[in-house]
T-cell receptor, first 114, second 113 residues
Framework: KAGVTQTPRYLIKTRGQQVTLSCSPISGHRSVSWYQQTPGQGLQFLFEYFSETQRNKGNFPGRFSGRQFSNSRSEMNVSTLELGDSALYLC?????????????FGEGSRLTVL | QQQVKQSPQSLIVQKGGISIINCAYENTAFDYFPWYQQFPGKGPALLIAIRPDVSEKKEGRFTISFNKSAKQFSLHIMDSQPGDSATYFCAAFRGGSNYKLTFGKGTLLTVNP
């Protein structure tokens, strides 16, 4: 069974630009969560989608948005990039339902903002 | 507000030794406590997990000890191996309609050969 796939793996952007990251969950998983990982803050929850609906949201500004498609694939978008947005963005999928806290993570998209 | 506090930030252990990572939580509504292991360049992977009605869970060389009254739980890695060198995250999950998974800040474990 294929794992969670994230693209692109690495990208470099400049301040003010916007970026879109993609995530393909494990087949059969309907829930997709996004996390931001930085050395200082650890893993910070961005949002979670289930059946194309945002079901939960972390404390990030509106510049961070996401969506989920009918095939459970998800994208997240960051607009007006800031230097502090440099991080590893992780996507995680789970079967869904009540969400047990058992997440399957991809390898992440490492974003560098210059 | 950091709801899950993890210590130490980094840990160096000799091969064959015991690695111990501690976590403390504040919210008594948490009802599931997973540990994740992350190797460089990889995403975190679920290692072992425990529910608060159990005081200990063992899987191979990995053991979670849970103290509900103290709101603390810890990961013990017996006979630590260089291949165990990774970052370990504890987490706490609260189920229900307003579910939430909160991670500790991680412990970088280095096992020297």
């Amino acid at each position: 069974k294929a794992g969670v796939t994230q693209t692109p793996r690495y990208l470099i952007k400049t301040r003010g630009q916007q970026v879109t990251l993609s995530c393909s969950p494990i087949s059969g998983h309907r829930s997709v969560s996004w996390y931001q990982q930085t050395p200082g803050q650890g893993l910070q929850f961005l949002f979670e989608y289930f059946s194309e609906t945002q079901r939960n949201k972390g404390n990030f500004p509106g510049r961070f948005s996401g969506r989920q498609f009918s095939n459970s694939r998800s994208e997240m978008n960051v607009s007006t990039l800031e230097l502090g947005d440099s991080a590893l963005y992780l996507c995680a999928s789970s079967v869904g339902g009540s969400n047990t806290g058992e997440l399957f993570f991809g390898e992440g998209s490492r974003l560098t903002v210059l | 507000q950091q709801q899950v506090k993890q210590s130490p930030q980094s840990l160096i252990v000799q091969k064959g030794g015991i690695s111990i990572i501690n976590c403390a939580y504040e919210n008594t509504a948490f009802d599931y406590f997973p540990w994740y292991q992350q190797f460089p360049g990889k995403g975190p992977a679920l290692l072992i997990a425990i529910r608060p009605d159990v005081s200990e869970k063992k899987e191979g060389r990995f053991t979670i000890s849970f103290n509900k009254s103290a709101k603390q739980f810890s990961l013990h890695i017996m006979d630590s191996q260089p291949g165990d060198s990774a970052t370990y995250f504890c987490a706490a999950f609260r189920g229900g309609s307003n579910y939430k998974l909160t991670f500790g800040k991680g412990t970088l474990l280095t096992v020297n050969p």
